[in-house]
């Protein structure tokens, strides 16, 4: 209960519950863990649910119609997927997959209801936190038509860092787990594409590639370089 507890005080999702309605969620939250490469869920499946990562990373997908896997973003601990429990959508819009063996709590969309009808406290910051995801959507449409490539692959690298912890640009160094051709797999790029892109970075000080992994050196710096290549 008390681990629980903890991880849903990491999450932002929850920053508006008092702790009578954190104690509530806790409670009635399943924890379920999944290997990596195993489907949490699929893309078009019943049974809608709000899911907060306690550990590991987990990849959104959509499945393109020749069969390719498109990766949308990367969820790390800290952070919950599920939007879909808050509208009225009959059926989940996209799949999960463990990106990497991971640990979750998992609501379904009725005990998300009774929560919020038991603790409305949480709306303001719930409705704070699905806006921000919305901001975010239209910034990619826009990185994707307005921007140069170096740029694009940038601030995808940003969205993902947001997704790490609590949605907000970090000052602090961020190790993402995704591999260049899963970045370019990302915004539509060849890994060599996106390679030549990630060389911009890596040469301004902003970024270190490791096997499988991509480290911001400071997110913030990173955004602060973005915004000038925009000037």
Known sequence: MQEKLKALSRCALFGGFS??????????????????????????ASGKALTVVVSGSVRVTSIL???????????????????????????RVYGATAHQPVDVLEFSEAQVARLLAAHPEGYPVIVDQL?????????????????SIPA??????????????????????VQLRVTREQLGNMVGLTRQAAQKAIQVFEQAGLLSLDYGT??????????????DMDA
């Open 152 to 173: 694009r692959v940038g601030r995808r690298l940003l969205f993902l860092q947001m997704f790490q912890g609590d949605g907000r640009t970090s000052g602090q160094p």
């Open 214 to 227: 991509i480290t911001l050196k400071n997110p913030a710096q990173l955004e602060a370089f973005l915004n």
């Open 19 to 44: 702790q009578a309605g954190l104690g509530e969620a806790a409670r009635i939250c399943k924890r379920k863990s999944f290997g990596e490469g195993e489907a949490l869920y699929l893309k078009g």
């Open 65 to 91: 119609p020749s069969g390719r896997e498109s990766i949308l973003t990367i969820i790390g601990a800290g952070n919950w997927l599920g939007d879909a429990v808050f509208c009225s959508m009959p059926a």
């Open 131 to 147: 806006a921000r995801r919305m901001c975010a959507a239209m910034m990619i449409i826009e990185d994707d038509t307005a921007r």
